[in-house]
T-cell receptor
Framework: DGGITQSPKYLFRKEGQNVTLSCEQN?????MYWYRQDPGQGLRLIYY???????QKGDIAEGYSVSREKKESFPLTVTSAQKNPTAFYLCASSMGLEHGELFFGEGSRLTVL | AQKVTQAQTEISVVEKEDVTLDCVYETRDTTYYLFWYKQPPSGELVFLIR??????QNEISGRYSWNFQKSTSSFNFTITASQVVDSAVYFC??????????????FGTGTRLTIIP
């Protein structure tokens, strides 16, 4: 089945450690996105990529990094510089058509101990 | 700046009742797009509808209907004869015309809907 796969589903890390969240899609979509979801705050955009080897900062990029070496993959690294990393992270993709719908993965819940 | 307000944080209704989820938006653009997404307990958001600012016709899809009123900047979502499977968090979102794709999608804070059997 076509879709977006995020891993791991749950992740615990100690303060000061970097962690990488995986996002893979087999929908042949050009655009990919990372959102952060916090209780009562909706979804906020971290980074997005419209094409391989190119990505742009979203509204809350500080403390995060991404890469887009392959069309189907868009990993997110939460660095130790992120002050409050505990959150639910959602990866999404779209065909890149203007204002097209987003397709989401099931998310990764990161908890910093 | 664009903004989406979902004033209802949580709603609970008994199964088979109708329920309306409110969405009010702010934008300076004359061309924009509005969306509704459903987030079931599994976590992924599921696309429900997209509507552009030039199309104010109401939309009906099975038990779901949407009422778009530019005069009040609202895009409300009604579920008729609710079912337990409708229990989820529902997000309203806005994309302005200046954005490529919808990477600048602005989401509301969501409404948690619980259908009581």
């Amino acid at each position: 089945d076509g879709g977006i796969t995020q891993s791991p589903k749950y992740l615990f890390r100690k303060e000061g450690q970097n962690v990488t969240l995986s996002c893979e899609q087999n929908l042949n979509h050009d655009a990919m996105y990372w959102y952060r979801q916090d209780p009562g705050q909706g979804l906020r955009l971290i980074y997005y990529s419209q094409i391989v080897n190119d990505f742009q900062k979203g509204d809350i990029a500080e403390g995060y990094s991404v890469s887009r070496e392959k069309k189907e993959s868009f990993p997110l690294t939460v660095t130790s510089a992120q002050k409050n990393p505990t959150a639910f992270y959602l990866c999404a993709s779209s065909m890149g058509l203007e204002h097209g719908e987003l397709f989401f993965g099931e998310g990764s819940r990161l908890t910093v101990l | 700046a664009q903004k989406v307000t979902q004033a209802q944080t949580e709603i609970s209704v008994v199964e088979k009742e109708d329920v309306t989820l409110d969405c009010v938006y702010e934008t300076r653009d004359t061309t924009y797009y509005l969306f509704w997404y459903k987030q079931p307990p599994s976590g992924e958001l599921v696309f429900l509808i997209r509507r552009n600012s030039f199309d104010e016709q109401n939309e009906i899809s099975g038990r779901y209907s949407w009422n778009f009123q530019k005069s009040t900047s609202s895009f409300n979502f009604t579920i008729t004869a609710s079912q337990v499977v409708d229990s989820a968090v529902y997000f309203c979102a806005l994309s302005e015309s200046a954005n490529f794709g919808n990477e600048k999608l602005t989401f509301g804070t969501g409404t948690r809907l619980t259908i009581i059997p």
